[in-house]
């Protein structure tokens, strides 16, 4: 029995010693503490973002005083919000009453309103609560309205003048400034963004005026300056700093640096910079944020992390980054980063922004997670380093050493060592450098289209006399195929070694897809019979219930083919063996040319063949070698004899359309059409109407005029008009691209622009390098094929069908257009298919291929074979813009994908949303953490069996007695 006694004894002990180790636990973690009351003795500002309407809900205020002494906005300092979204427009004089600033020298009768109502109310609040404020943003790209921009602040009006867009920078600045430093509790001011994002930024009216983005930006510098200047004129630039604020600043710190260097040159005004950071536990990793900081450091700028949430897939995954985050960011304090605040990003996971990737230290409100605690355990782990730090304040001056060593913290070197291998599905820190260096002294191709032009539609080949069919909301082209003349020089295009057609097809009329080409005549072509393929036409039908798919072309000058297939792009067939048309053809023996065919379905199913041209005994009036043909009903026989079309002055180029109820009949007049009644000019489109596809068609006018008139350089003229969503196009060849290639011959190129038909008329088409798209951003959904392009530089694509980018170089780059980026509003996995026998980088940016990267691909040697390469893509802060991909090394790309998000990098759009119930927030004992839990639950059970034991034994001796 002593035995027994000894042993319970023993297991008693056990339970208090664990119990004494629980207490030890929760005291490290932390779990009695606040983030206030950790953190606040080492960084002097720890701040949340709330909106006035969470303010006012006392269960939230409460929460927020218990953790935090700062506040920011997250939507509502923003210009849109300040300004009323809608323009309310008075005159100088009554802004004067209101206390607004009129520049001098401002020249403008009227300025737009502003609504302060909301900020009044927040700095009230706070000032009542023990708040200090961060304003956040004076100026942003994405959330200023667009009429700020335009002449009498109306959406109509055109851009004003960048000096006239100063005056009104500067009318903004300073009467937002001016009027938030006179407010009666602006002592709670203590930080200002003045430029958000700008490193980022696109498609707004500030790259409108001001250009694109460059880190010496007079914009940039002169926002500061006005905004410094108020702060002096309000006395508050001791204890008001002013900040430059951006995301993703791990990937382009020297950038941020140099711009804030540009903006500092005459005088320090802005103190310094302000890092956004929505991460992710799979990107940056802790080293790579903790390596930026020491570059800011090192530059003697004052940090302050103004945006924290950390996307996750679990939240111990989380918990286990957030310690290493923290526990990294202290140390860089310690030794001597100038951090100054630390801001998250929303009170809980149930409003943030990034609510479906659990991104902050509350799931609810009140309510911890195991980051919470780890955050204060990492505080708790290093709070060593600041027991005689009492600078408070963090205003550090003596800033000079930034080399990231602790002498009292052996371990600080390696407190990252399990984040070196962080990687985003396989790309790490490494390739990233690695991806930068591969480019950073790489000459990028150019292109033979400017950016801002969508014509020529395609440069990577030669085609010409464009065809036209719209299948399933998406629009055919087939062009007869020029490059297969073309060997590189200037040597004449005779047209007869042209045995292909191109194949195009585009949803949007901005990026094009090249399905290749299709080897049609000659020995190695699907119809051998024929000796070139010219003038292609394209149309779908329906036969014995299948969609069915024909070309029909050109057998040069003597006859017309046709081919079949199941779908738009193949693979086609010969089904007849022979041409269409030829001399033998009836009523066509009078016909100089049999060629340029073009062909109409029409409503009830009936088709309808065109073709002809060509003038005979100088009969350039009426050359009378138009012809009309009904098809049969398996659209490769005709049924009957063809009929004439007397089109006047006609030359060549057949095109045929229905409008409404009547027959448009459209072609190219001779180059002798002189002065004639019709008033049509040499080598221009004309048209004729009729009530009948078979005509007779009356001439109507005139469409396009000879493509030299636009372009300086003529030639013959070939279209095709086509309807597209509701809209008309006039599809047309031009030598635009042979000359800017610097070369002659006559090799053509397809271009676009939209047709206007008011009252059945059609009204003349003014040739452009612009041309006509539907602005409509595509998603990044799906399978995109790489060999969709807007633009391309040094790139080829072959293949048939299934076609893919090839002879890619090292500086070559090809281009996504109007692509809308907020559907990859963050870090996100990317996959392309390529082939390679080296290992090399794709670089993924916007606009420019020389702008910065918002992603890489790492591609390895396959030994030619097609294999996935992966890669990261963060589309944060970007709206609409044009995805380039460039090249570090020689490969072949066939497909890319967006897999998967990863990671929200972009400072949010809409205010944070505030569910309609919260928890009230409970006890602090009633929550602790998991491992807290289990040392509770252990504890508990050995007591419980220890006191069951005991009570065994006594019941046992007293039955023993």
Not at 372 to 397: C, G, I, M, P, R
Not at 420 to 441: L, Y
């Amino acid at each position: 029995m002593k035995k027994k006694g000894i042993l319970y004894s023993l297991i008693i002990v056990c339970a208090v010693i664990l119990c004494m180790q629980l207490k030890n636990f929760k005291s490290k973690a932390g779990n009695n503490d606040t983030l206030l009351g950790t953190y606040g003795n080492a960084i002097s500002m720890i701040g949340n973002c709330a909106s006035l309407e969470e303010l006012k809900d006392q269960s939230v205020l409460n929460e927020l005083k218990k953790h935090y002494n700062s506040i920011v906005l997250g939507n509502q300092t923003k210009p849109d919000f300040l300004l009323n979204f809608n323009a309310t427009v008075i005159s100088t004089e009554e802004g004067k009453q209101r206390g607004y600033y009129i520049p001098s020298g401002y020249s403008e009768q009227t300025v737009p309103a502003f609504n302060f109502n909301t900020i009044d109310q927040v700095m009230k609040i706070c000032k009542d609560n023990g708040f200090k404020m961060r304003i956040h943003t004076l100026l942003w790209h994405a959330q200023t309205p667009d009429w700020f921009f335009r002449e009498g602040y109306s959406k109509n009006g055109n851009y004003v003048s960048k000096d006239m867009m100063n005056k009104r920078m500067e009318y903004y600045i300073k009467t937002v400034v001016n009027h938030i430093q006179t407010n009666e509790n602006a002592d709670i001011v203590y930080a200002y963004d003045v430029v958000n994002e700008y490193l980022h930024a696109s498609n707004s009216g500030w790259q409108a005026i001001y250009g694109n983005p460059t880190t010496q930006s007079d914009m940039v510098k002169q926002a500061f300056t006005y905004a410094y200047e108020a702060l002096e004129a309000t006395n508050s630039t001791k204890n008001v700093h002013l900040f430059y604020n951006d995301y993703n600043t791990y990937m382009e710190a020297d950038d941020v640096v140099a711009l804030i260097s540009y903006i500092n040159k005459d005088k320090k005004i802005c103190a310094g910079i302000g890092m956004q950071s929505h991460l992710s536990t799979d990107f940056p990793s802790v080293k790579l944020y903790g390596d930026t900081i020491d570059k800011f450091a090192k530059n003697n700028l004052e940090i302050q992390i103004t945006e924290l949430d950390v996307g996750n897939t679990s939240e111990d995954v989380q918990a286990s980054y957030m310690y290493d985050f923290m526990k990294t960011i202290l140390q860089k304090k310690a030794a001597g980063a100038n951090i100054t605040s630390l801001t998250y990003w929303g009170y809980c996971d149930s409003v943030s922004w990034r609510r479906e990737n659990s991104p902050l230290i509350f799931s609810n409100l009140g309510v911890p997670k195991k980051s919470y605690y780890q955050v204060l355990a990492a505080y708790e782990d290093t709070k060593s380093l600041f027991d005689n730090n009492d600078n408070k304040d963090d205003k550090n001056d003596n800033n000079d050493n930034n080399d990231d060593s602790n002498d009292n913290n052996d371990n600080n070197d390696n407190s990252n060592d399990n984040n070196d291998n962080n990687s985003i599905d396989g790309f790490t820190e490494e390739d990233f450098n690695n991806a930068q260096k591969a480019f950073s002294d790489i000459s990028y191709t150019a292109s033979y289209k400017d950016a801002d032009n969508l014509n020529p539609i395609v440069t990577q080949r030669f085609g010409a006399d464009p065809g036209a069919m719209v299948y399933n909301d998406t629009l055919y082209v087939v062009t007869t195929n020029d490059t297969d003349e073309f060997n590189g020089t200037n040597k004449e295009n005779t047209y007869s070694k042209i045995t292909s057609i191109n194949l195009w097809s585009s949803k949007d009329l901005i990026n094009w897809t090249d399905h290749g080409t299709i080897s049609v005549a000659g020995q190695n072509g699907i119809a051998k019979w024929a000796g070139n393929s010219w003038a292609p036409a394209m149309c779908h039908k329906k036969i014995n219930g299948s969609e069915k798919f024909f070309i029909y072309f050109a057998n040069n000058a003597n006859g017309i083919g046709v081919l079949e297939a199941d779908s738009p792009t193949g693979p086609w067939t010969d089904p007849i063996g022979k041409a269409l048309i030829d001399r033998n053809t009836p009523n066509c023996s009078n016909v100089a040319w049999l060629f340029d065919p073009a062909v109409l379905v029409d409503d009830d199913g009936s088709a309808y063949l065109y073709f002809g041209g060509g003038i005979n005994d100088n009969q350039y009036a009426e050359p009378k070698t138009a012809r009309v043909v009904k098809l049969t009903d398996n659209m490769t026989g005709i049924d009957g004899s063809p009929v004439e079309i007397n089109a006047p002055y006609l030359f060549e180029d057949s095109g045929i359309n229905k409008i409404g109820d009547k027959y448009y009949y459209s072609y190219c007049s001779n180059f002798n059409a002189g002065n004639n009644q019709y008033g049509i000019s040499n080598g221009s489109i004309e048209y004729c109407v009729s009530d009948s596809p078979m005509g007779p068609f009356t001439y109507a006018g005139e469409i396009f005029k000879n493509p030299g008139t636009y372009f300086g350089t003529g030639g013959n003229n070939h279209h095709s008009i086509v309807e597209l969503s509701g809209s008309y196009y006039l599809l047309y060849h031009t030598q635009v691209l042979q000359d800017s290639m610097g070369l002659s011959g006559g090799y053509r190129s397809t271009q676009i622009d939209a047709v206007t038909i008011d009252n059945g008329t059609i009204k003349e088409v003014k040739g452009t390098l612009k041309g006509s798209g539907i602005n409509k951003p595509k998603a990044l959904s799906g399978t995109i094929q790489a060999e969709t392009l807007y633009r391309q530089a040094g790139i080829n694509v072959r293949g048939e069908g299934n076609t893919k980018l090839t002879d890619i170089q090292k500086g070559d780059w090809s281009e996504y257009g109007n692509v809308d980026l907020s559907s990859i509003n963050s870090t996100s996995k990317i996959v392309v298919k390529t082939s390679s026998n080296k290992d090399g980088f794709i670089k993924i940016t916007t606009d420019k291929p020389d702008n910065k990267a918002i992603g890489y691909v790492k591609v390895t040697n396959s030994s030619g074979r097609l294999v996935e390469s992966s890669g990261f893509i963060d589309g944060s802060g970007l709206d609409k813009a044009n995805l380039i991909f460039v090249y570090s090394e020689e490969m072949e790309v066939d497909e890319f994908s967006i897999t998967s998000a990863i990671n929200d990098n972009n400072t949010p759009k809409e205010d944070n949303v505030t569910p309609t119930e919260k928890p009230a927030a409970p006890d602090e004992e009633t929550n602790p953490s998991t491992a807290d839990l289990s040392y509770v639950k252990i504890a508990t059970f050995i007591i419980v069996l220890s006191m069951l034991s005991m009570i065994a034994i006594l019941r046992k001796r007293c039955y023993q007695r």
